[in-house]
């Protein structure tokens, strides 16, 4: 039930309950987006909408999670709507790029993205690309578990799914991933049998 609250007490929710939660709101939007504008916007357009539905939020109550759940809606959404787009290319910006003077030869064969690298450093390129790898819904469920550390009480209320849901998706969603990663366990000497 939401409640009608003045602007200032909406700020007031705002600035005590949702902003100390930026951080892993932004963290969870890179995941789920791998780019960094993507994610900005994404924790973007979840903030306004819970400033937007503060009054539907009860104050005192678990706020990370309330959050997560919007952006999570938010991901969705944009995921469908993207879905149906055709892709786009701006072919003049790639043609100016690459005609531009200052285009040295190895800036055209690597480029290196700091986040990825920091990621990929923290839990290794394999691991990373197998978590990328994964459908949405798989990889939604281990970062929010495995990785933001969620229960899974929490983690149905975020996803709007039951428990037993949860959990059953989690398990998949390990073992897609542990198939992906049987090599790579076994290089590092884990046994996988």
């Known amino acids: 039930m939401s409640k009608s609250l003045s602007e200032k007490e909406k700020l007031h929710i705002f600035n005590t309950e949702f902003m100390p939660h930026a951080d892993a ?3 969870f939007a890179y995941k789920l ?3 960094e504008d993507d994610a900005k916007d994404l924790v973007q357009d979840a903030y306004m909408k819970a400033f937007r539905f503060a009054g539907s939020y009860e104050v005192g109550t678990n706020a990370k999670a309330w959050l997560f759940r919007i952006l999570k809606n938010s991901f969705i959404n944009n995921y469908r709507k993207k879905s ?3 892709s786009k290319v701006d072919y003049q910006d790639v043609e100016n790029y690459y005609n531009s003077a200052s285009v040295e030869t190895s800036e055209m064969n690597h480029t290196v993205d700091l986040r990825t690298s920091t990621m990929q450093n923290k839990i290794g390129d394999e691991v990373t690309g197998a978590l990328n790898s994964l459908p ?3 990889r939604t469920v281990i970062i929010l578990c495995d990785l933001e550390g969620f229960t899974y009480e929490e983690m149905a209320v975020i996803l709007d ?3 037993g849901t949860v959990r059953s998706r989690l ?4 073992g897609v991933l542990k198939e992906k990663l049987i090599e790579y366990a076994k290089q590092y000497g884990f046994d996988v049998d």
């Open 171 to 174: 398990h998949r969603a390990r």
């Open 84 to 86: 149906k787009e055709p």
């Open 136 to 138: 949405v819904d798989f």
């Open 161 to 163: 799914i039951p428990i």
């Open 25 to 27: 709101m932004y963290n």
């Open 33 to 35: 987006t791998f780019a």
